[in-house]
Structures are given as C-alpha cells and as structure tokens.
T-cell receptor, first 111, second 119 residues
C-alpha cells in the first residue's frame, strides 16, 4: 500500500487551463513538501507546508495542507508550457527520519 | 540556498564493472543523505539512508553488497554499484537534508542525478 497517494498520475492540458494535483494519506505528516522535476535533473523544492490548514502561494501555484495534516493539494492557475514536468509530493512523519514520496504527477502543458 | 552536487551526471560502463557515484553538500553539513533510483516518468524509489560515520540503512529489497554506500564525512556520500549489469541501468539521485540544523520539517536538497547505462 502506497503511503502517499498522488493523483492524477498523468495530466495533459492546454495552455491557460487550471489544474489541481492531490496528495492523500491516512498518515499524519509533520511536514510536506512539493517538488518539481524536469527530465534528466534532480527534483527542485517548490514549497514546504508544516501547519494544518496552511495555504501558500508561489506566483500561479497555490499549495494547501489539510487541516489534519494528512493530505495536500497543488493548484496551478493559467498553466503555461514552462510548468511541464514531474510534480512530486513528499511527506515527513514525526521521527521517521526520511521522506515518503508520492507516485508523482507528470504534467504536460501544450501551447 | 543549499546546493548538492552529484557526479558524474552520466556514465556508461561494461557489464561486470563497478561504478562510483559521488554526492556532495557544498554549503551545508549533511549528517544524513539519501540515495534513490528512478525509472522514466516514475517517482523516486528510496534505496538507502546514508548516515555520516555509521552504516547505511537499506530499504527492503535493496542488496547491500551490490549497492555500497559510504558516508565518510559530513559533506560526502558515495554510492558504488558493484558488478553492474544491464538491469542496473537507471537514473540515480542523491539528496541531503539539513535536518540537523533545520529540524525534521526541513526539505531535501537534491543532486542533479546520474544516468547509468550498463552495456
């Protein structure tokens, strides 16, 4: 059983559309990160959320951490081709010592 | 920001040879580094947790004798793929955490990965 369920796995949209990626778990996380990865490179951190109910915005990206700290979402407004990539959520459970990664969402934004 | 350097970025080797991949934290001390394997369009699969000065902790199903990890200093961890075979071909990524300074909520900083091709 995957600890962090990420959906959808693949998403192909037109430039200008909005989208939401979800990251769900039955476990509580002390923090959760979202990363974006381009082919042939390592993941790059987008945001860290640590407080239940927290909402963070990064330009056209909005990140939300669930009240119970078991789930998170990433919403992109007016997607652009430059947003294309693999989006990964990763949660850290208290005293776990390591991050647990979701399955990833491959986003393709067509011009 | 924290920078992690991974070397080499790509390597091609013959079956049966060994390959060493280095992961360095350039501007912070990392007591813990992680090694992942990634297949195309898939998420990261944690292979092992590397702790400075102690033995690495391997995930279930990862062969310790095949994937040798050494974390000799607070800024360097190495992964050696021994007696490589074509099925070991993959994208290997390391990450380091500044948890020792920033707490458990601190994010991971990733290297740019190593593309290993075994012929």
């Amino acid at each position: 059983t995957q600890l962090l369920e990420q959906s959808p796995q693949f998403l192909s949209i037109q430039e200008g559309e909005n989208l939401t990626v979800y990251c769900n778990s039955s476990s509580v996380f002390s923090s959760l990160q979202w990363y974006r990865q381009e082919p042939g490179e390592g993941p790059v951190l987008l945001v860290t959320v640590v407080t239940g109910g927290e909402v963070k915005k990064l330009k056209r990206l909005t990140f939300q951490f669930g009240d119970a700290r078991k789930d998170s979402s990433l919403h992109i407004t007016a997607a652009q081709p430059g947003d294309t990539g693999l989006y990964l959520c990763a949660g850290v459970r208290t005293n776990a010592g390591k991050s647990t990664f979701g399955d990833g969402t491959t986003l393709t934004v067509k011009p | 920001g924290a920078v992690v350097s991974q070397h080499p970025s790509w390597v091609i080797c013959k079956s049966g040879t060994s390959v060493k991949i280095e992961c360095r934290s350039l501007d912070f001390q990392a007591t813990t580094m992680f090694w992942y394997r990634q297949f195309p369009k898939q998420s990261l699969m944690l292979m092992a947790t590397s702790n400075e000065g102690s033995k690495a902790t391997y995930e279930q199903g990862v062969e310790k004798d095949k994937f040798l990890i050494n974390h000799a200093s607070l800024t360097l961890s190495t992964l050696t793929v021994t007696s490589a075979h074509p099925e070991d071909s993959s994208f290997y990524i390391c990450s380091a955490s500044s948890w020792n300074t920033g707490g458990m909520g601190s994010p991971l900083h990733f290297g740019n990965g190593t593309r290993l091709t075994v012929t």
